[in-house]
């Protein structure tokens, strides 16, 4: 080759090198200064491409989510690998499709490990297609609200039947219909019996003794006039025989008690005999509601708790009452326990028969934290929930739930805190974000995606349940109520005693076999507070409003243990004059934050004993607790 022609070749390859130099500058030059955008669906966030149009799946306009390429300086993260929305372990390094035709959408990087493995960021615009409604995480009262089916019923205690006892025909009916009103002295038939005629004609042939001083003709009076009241003979109706002495063919018979007649057994011309149920009389002064209650809300429910009830026909207006008795056993086939509610039914607008609604709230504790139940998403091995972080982010917090509480709303024990904002709606599409996430990070990095899970759910975890603090003590330990009636019930957690109220005090077993049970009914009283003065050694009827009395257990003081030292008792402790409210115990003077009654010495009241030993267990009870 001669020199002219090797000094035009290398002049040819040096242009072509300038041109390709200056097309891949241009290239560079129009790629940083137009970052390629891609476009998601909203219903299905696995559609990823790099062009505006429709979605293949619902038909619904792709919108543009983030930006491929661009400088670090921008402040636009970098693409670290790509992953499948369907096979949570398949991954590239280079956009495509995965195994099973599906977009592989890309993973970013920048931010923590903890943050790239479980929290989701989603574009503002795809968090708006989603539905992703938010709220609140507040603190309030902890209510347990209880509603149910019930029916009325008639008070079983005011049931009368009328019956004879001797043999006899009906001769006239004064009250000849069923749910006619009777009052007590009113008549309700005519009867003719040869027995009562006799021992009328045996009481006469008596009167007529001529010695009224001999001995034995007093007996004899005595005898043929117990015989008349033996047949439920009024002493009225005695009375007016002996004034007249003249016999009567028939005999009035009396209502015994007030009531309805709820069943009407006799016609006139009858024959009944003696004992026949002829009348049933009911008072609807009073009425039984039998509520239905699940196992799990029985322990919400106490003897004398204000229970309140609604009625189909009547629906402007509900009814007010209290809990009288709980029934001991529960239905095997409804799992329902009955429970008994008592109401006063001026009007008689309350009819035997009625289906009602019963609503029966307990107030658990003054302040706990609450979170809405729909926020929950529950697996059956935890409990998640998606808190809600500025610039579209979601973090999934594992959370430990207490009791339900009244408005659909959860206790929660740990994992929250008050004030942040959970996801209620939509929560469905970040949970499936949140598990493909967590699995391609554990097939990654397995070591660091356990490490960091666990700094996760400790650093989101506020609260300590005090059940696990105890179970990493070597001993094992139970609480108890200190009260020897109440000793059986051992709970796995500190407290007070739901039948007492007393602090609960941590025992060991050996401790807990010492211990004997005791204890018995101090009194009965009235479930109304307005009448809790009322003091009766027999259970019965309040003398005030006849509502049925509920017993009020004693609480004898403990059997004598180390753990049960003494608090410092003050000179005079002070409490409310009310029954109802003993459990207000203090040791300065002032007045019932319940009733607004002046608070007086315990000495002076009948339970001042036994609420003395109850403030000295509660202010002894912390020092044992550790």
């Given at each position: 080759?001669?020199?002219?022609?090797?000094?035009?070749?290398?002049?040819?390859?040096?242009?072509?090198?300038?041109?390709?130099?200056?097309?891949?500058?241009?290239?560079?030059?129009?790629?940083?200064?137009?970052?390629?955008?891609?476009?998601?669906?909203?219903?299905?966030?696995?559609?990823?491409?790099?062009?505006?149009?429709?979605?293949?799946?619902?038909?619904?306009?792709?919108?543009?989510?983030?930006?491929?390429?661009?400088?670090?300086?921008?402040?636009?993260?970098?693409?670290?690998?790509?992953?499948?929305?369907?096979?949570?372990?398949?991954?590239?390094?280079?956009?495509?499709?995965?195994?099973?035709?599906?977009?592989?959408?890309?993973?970013?990087?920048?931010?923590?490990?903890?943050?790239?493995?479980?929290?989701?960021?989603?574009?503002?615009?795809?968090?708006?297609?989603?539905?992703?409604?938010?709220?609140?995480?507040?603190?309030?009262?902890?209510?347990?609200?209880?509603?149910?089916?019930?029916?009325?019923?008639?008070?079983?205690?005011?049931?009368?039947?009328?019956?004879?006892?001797?043999?006899?025909?009906?001769?006239?009916?004064?009250?000849?219909?069923?749910?006619?009103?009777?009052?007590?002295?009113?008549?309700?038939?005519?009867?003719?019996?040869?027995?009562?005629?006799?021992?009328?004609?045996?009481?006469?042939?008596?009167?007529?003794?001529?010695?009224?001083?001999?001995?034995?003709?007093?007996?004899?009076?005595?005898?043929?006039?117990?015989?008349?009241?033996?047949?439920?003979?009024?002493?009225?109706?005695?009375?007016?025989?002996?004034?007249?002495?003249?016999?009567?063919?028939?005999?009035?018979?009396?209502?015994?008690?007030?009531?309805?007649?709820?069943?009407?057994?006799?016609?006139?011309?009858?024959?009944?005999?003696?004992?026949?149920?002829?009348?049933?009389?009911?008072?609807?002064?009073?009425?039984?509601?039998?509520?239905?209650?699940?196992?799990?809300?029985?322990?919400?429910?106490?003897?004398?708790?204000?229970?309140?009830?609604?009625?189909?026909?009547?629906?402007?207006?509900?009814?007010?009452?209290?809990?009288?008795?709980?029934?001991?056993?529960?239905?095997?086939?409804?799992?329902?326990?009955?429970?008994?509610?008592?109401?006063?039914?001026?009007?008689?607008?309350?009819?035997?028969?009625?289906?009602?609604?019963?609503?029966?709230?307990?107030?658990?504790?003054?302040?706990?934290?609450?979170?809405?139940?729909?926020?929950?998403?529950?697996?059956?091995?935890?409990?998640?929930?998606?808190?809600?972080?500025?610039?579209?982010?979601?973090?999934?917090?594992?959370?430990?739930?207490?009791?339900?509480?009244?408005?659909?709303?959860?206790?929660?024990?740990?994992?929250?805190?008050?004030?942040?904002?959970?996801?209620t709606s939509g929560q469905f599409m970040l949970d499936s974000e949140s598990q493909l996430r967590e699995a391609i990070q554990k097939m990654i990095e397995p070591g660091k995606s356990s490490e960091m899970a666990g700094m996760t759910e400790t650093?989101?975890?506020?609260?300590?349940?005090?059940?696990?603090?105890?179970?990493?003590?070597?001993?094992?330990?139970?609480?108890?109520?200190?009260?020897?009636?109440?000793?059986?019930?051992?709970?796995?957690?500190?407290?007070?005693?739901?039948?007492?109220?007393?602090?609960?005090?941590?025992?060991?077993?050996?401790?807990?076999?010492?211990?004997?049970?005791?204890?018995?009914?101090?009194?009965?009283?009235?479930?109304?507070?307005?009448?809790?003065?009322?003091?009766?050694?027999?259970?019965?009827?309040?003398?005030?409003?006849?509502?049925?009395?509920?017993?009020?257990?004693?609480?004898?003081?403990?059997?004598?243990?180390?753990?049960?030292?003494?608090?410092?008792?003050?000179?005079?402790?002070?409490?409310?004059?009310?029954?109802?409210?003993?459990?207000?115990?203090?040791?300065?003077?002032?007045?019932?934050?319940?009733?607004?009654?002046?608070?007086?010495?315990?000495?002076?009241?009948?339970?001042?004993?036994?609420?003395?030993?109850?403030?000295?267990?509660?202010?002894?009870?912390?020092?044992?607790?550790?």
């Amino acid at each position: 080759m001669s020199m002219k022609t090797k000094v035009l070749f290398t002049l040819i390859v040096a242009c072509v090198a300038g041109l390709v130099t200056f097309f891949v500058g241009c290239s560079k030059s129009d790629s940083n200064a137009k970052p390629k955008t891609l476009y998601t669906c909203g219903m299905h966030p696995q559609v990823v491409q790099d062009h505006p149009g429709n979605c293949p799946i619902c038909g619904m306009k792709l919108t543009p989510i983030r930006k491929e390429g661009g400088s670090a300086a921008s402040g636009e993260k970098r693409v670290k690998y790509y992953k499948s929305t369907m096979n949570p372990g398949e991954t590239s390094q280079q956009p495509g499709k995965d195994s099973m035709g599906m977009e592989m959408v890309a993973v970013y990087e920048g931010g923590a490990a903890a943050e790239d493995m479980s929290t989701i960021t989603v574009d503002p615009v795809t968090i708006q297609n989603m539905g992703v409604r938010t709220s609140e995480v507040i603190r309030g009262p902890l209510r347990r609200t209880i509603r149910t089916v019930a029916n009325v019923d008639y008070d079983e205690t005011t049931l009368v039947d009328v019956t004879t006892k001797f043999k006899g025909w009906i001769e006239k009916l004064y009250v000849n219909a069923t749910g006619q009103l009777a009052n007590p002295g009113d008549p309700l038939f005519e009867i003719y019996s040869p027995e009562l005629y006799s021992a009328q004609v045996e009481y006469l042939l008596a009167l007529g003794q001529s010695s009224t001083n001999d001995p034995g003709a007093a007996s004899l009076r005595e005898s043929a006039a117990a015989k008349l009241r033996f047949f439920d003979i009024s002493a009225a109706q005695i009375a007016e025989l002996e004034k007249t002495r003249v016999p009567k063919k028939t005999l009035v018979i009396n209502a015994p008690a007030a009531g309805f007649v709820t069943e009407k057994m006799i016609v006139e011309g009858q024959m009944v005999e003696a004992g026949m149920k002829l009348y049933r009389l009911a008072d609807l002064g009073i009425v039984w509601v039998y509520a239905q209650v699940y196992e799990q809300d029985l322990p919400y429910i106490q003897l004398g708790q204000e229970a309140t009830m609604s009625l189909a026909y009547l629906p402007d207006r509900r009814f007010r009452g209290r809990v009288t008795y709980i029934y001991p056993t529960v239905d095997e086939k409804t799992r329902t326990a009955r429970v008994r509610l008592e109401f006063h039914n001026p009007g008689y607008f309350l009819k035997p028969g009625m289906f009602a609604t019963a609503q029966l709230t307990a107030d658990i504790a003054p302040s706990a934290l609450l979170v809405p139940d729909s926020a929950v998403l529950r697996s059956g091995e935890k409990n998640t929930v998606f808190v809600a972080l500025p610039g579209g982010k979601f973090d999934p917090r594992t959370v430990t739930l207490g009791l339900m509480a009244e408005d659909d709303r959860d206790q929660v024990l740990s994992g929250l805190r008050e004030g942040e904002h959970v996801v209620t709606s939509g929560q469905f599409m970040l949970d499936s974000e949140s598990q493909l996430r967590e699995a391609i990070q554990k097939m990654i990095e397995p070591g660091k995606s356990s490490e960091m899970a666990g700094m996760t759910e400790t650093n989101t975890t506020n609260e300590v349940s005090p059940a696990a603090s105890k179970s990493a003590e070597p001993e094992k330990v139970v609480w108890v109520c200190p009260m020897p009636e109440h000793v059986s019930i051992e709970y796995d957690h500190p407290g007070k005693c739901p039948i007492c109220a007393m602090a609960l005090v941590p025992v060991t077993q050996s401790l807990l076999a010492k211990i004997q049970p005791g204890g018995k009914v101090l009194y009965y009283t009235c479930p109304m507070p307005e009448h809790s003065d009322v003091h009766e050694d027999k259970p019965g009827k309040c003398p005030h409003c006849g509502m049925t009395m509920i017993p009020v257990m004693e609480n004898p003081k403990p059997a004598p243990a180390p753990q049960l030292d003494s608090a410092v008792m003050p000179a005079t402790l002070y409490t409310c004059p009310m029954a109802s409210h003993a459990d207000v115990v203090t040791d300065k003077p002032g007045k019932c934050p319940k009733c607004e009654m002046e608070l007086v010495p315990t000495s002076t009241v009948p339970f001042g004993k036994t609420m003395e030993e109850k403030w000295r267990m509660k202010n002894a009870a912390p020092e044992h607790q550790h």
